[in-house]
């Protein structure tokens, strides 16, 4: 049996009970490496925890190596661990589809992540659009698709999910170019960071699909003991100092009611200019309700 | 301390380890009773479980009676447990305001709910748009505006997930209007029906936001024993036996990837047809690409 086991978002005991059960009972344990990192626990107190070697997974023993996390899975149990939830990553349903070609059963014990735990802040989930990443800029390479998606979900009323990129294992590109195995420390976006490269993408594209006084609220440490939100202007949050990784952002939509709105002030510097703020950007997209586009009557 | 726990979707182990810490502790337990339900786990064996009494809480004691609940919460600790993740509905957020009114601190152990275990299917969750509830319709009584909220999602590209109706402890009218508390047997959505209600609004409304061929997957006790996933057209799983609940529903989007779909044709009862129903879905809202709609320079 393969085990696709989610860690939760911070503590060693955010498993699940029925999850930890399982690990126990596995005869190898990886730990997937590179898409998030457990904020409250090594890789040695896990050790400790479970009672089992862990053994960390990057993305290439994942994606190229699938063959060895899978060995001897039809006739062991063997563990597959995934902070926050399993399925928040492509590369895992395509461990799931090998596992199921080789006629390896698989169970998933899911957990909480970030896709559901942001409702911490206050905002129901019923009305976030698309997820979206946040990558690094570098001085040659801006990727903005993301600007489009946000967009489209403002347009009609929802919020958006900012994923803040993170770097684990990576190499420089002079390392890479001569074959050197050796990796940079690992960097987490702040939400500073990401705010100015929202604010620099929409002065080039000047589209409007937010401005710089468009509301926001600032997630850090989500889960964790110091978990903290920050409500600001996207301007205001460029300023902010977040602290210790890891941060997630979400960018308002029309669709935020009194008693939403009301719990997002607990967290602004300012309550009533971020009052404010609020109800200045829901006019933004007027008139508010959306407008039946043109149909196409060439199906059904 | 009050203590808002996730329970996860179905085990009463799926608990976190630190969650069953927390309760443990606590000197009154809340088990939130309404929106949800726990699969495969009675109030006693949860009792059993924890070591101590399960209040359960109706809509009416979380909603009006939370003086209660949070009674001596500034002295002792109160656990207020939750099936899936402490924020997915409203109250909650209303439950935690008071709280910190009352000058009683909060701590949320979060843990899986559907909105984020929905990625079980094989579809990623980035590309979900707004959630959506189908509630049971009568003759008199068709609430269609998530009409809208699908269009738009589909329009963009993007899923619909649909959670379905659950009536716990309620009234017949009858009963309602002579004042007695009798309360009828629990009714839980399925599948067949939800897609019913899909069609008989598509039907009046016309405006092909769906079709009775695009495609959906029936998604049917997640995280419990007896998963089961079942893609076919809404007009196919409108005759789907889809046994016992609890049930959601996903309605395609066009963002629909080969991995994805590789993952969703395994449910399928005949590949190939569902194989070219995506692919003619991925069409009807053509030209696929998004088309910016006219600016209102009226802000910034």
Chains 1, 2 share one sequence.
């Not at 957990?111 to 997820?131: K, P």
């Not at 850090?220 to 210790?244: H, N, V």
Request: aromatic share 8%; hydrophobic share 35%; charged share 25%.
């Amino acid at each position: 049996m393969l085990y696709l086991i989610g860690l939760g978002l911070s503590y060693k005991s955010d498993i699940t009970v029925r999850g930890l059960e399982a690990v126990k009972q596995c005869s190898r344990v990886y730990l997937e490496h590179y898409t998030s990192i457990l904020m409250a626990a090594s890789q040695e107190e896990l050790e400790q925890f479970y009672g089992k070697t862990v053994i960390l997974a990057d993305r290439e023993l994942v994606e190229s190596g699938s063959d060895e996390i899978l060995r001897d899975a039809d006739r062991e149990d063997v563990a597959f661990l995934v902070v926050g939830d399993p399925f928040g990553a492509t590369t895992h349903t395509d461990l799931v589809l090998r596992a199921k070609k080789a006629g390896i059963a698989v169970e998933t014990i899911h957990n909480a992540s970030v896709m559901n735990a942001v409702g911490a802040c206050g905002l129901q989930l019923y009305n976030f659009g698309q997820t979206i990443s946040m990558v690094f800029f570098t001085d040659s390479w801006k990727p903005d698709s993301w600007y489009d998606k946000i967009w489209e979900n403002r347009k009609i009323g929802l919020h958006t999910l900012v994923l803040l990129d993170i770097k684990v294992k990576e190499q420089s590109i002079e390392n890479m170019a001569r074959g050197r195995l050796i990796y940079e420390p690992p960097r987490y976006m702040s939400i500073s960071q990401c705010c100015e490269q929202l604010l620099e993408i929409e002065e080039k594209r000047h589209d409007q699909a937010y401005t710089p006084d468009t509301p926001a609220v600032a997630i850090s440490r989500l889960g964790s003991a110091s978990q903290t939100f920050k409500s600001g202007t996207i301007r205001e949050l460029a300023e902010y100092d977040c602290g210790e990784p890891l941060h997630s952002l979400v960018i308002l939509g029309r669709q935020c009611h009194e008693l939403e709105l009301e719990y997002l002030l607990e967290f602004a510097e300012d309550r009533e200019k971020f009052r404010t703020d609020v109800s200045k950007d829901q006019q933004f997209f007027k008139p508010a309700p959306w407008v039946p586009p043109q149909q196409d009557a060439d199906e059904d």
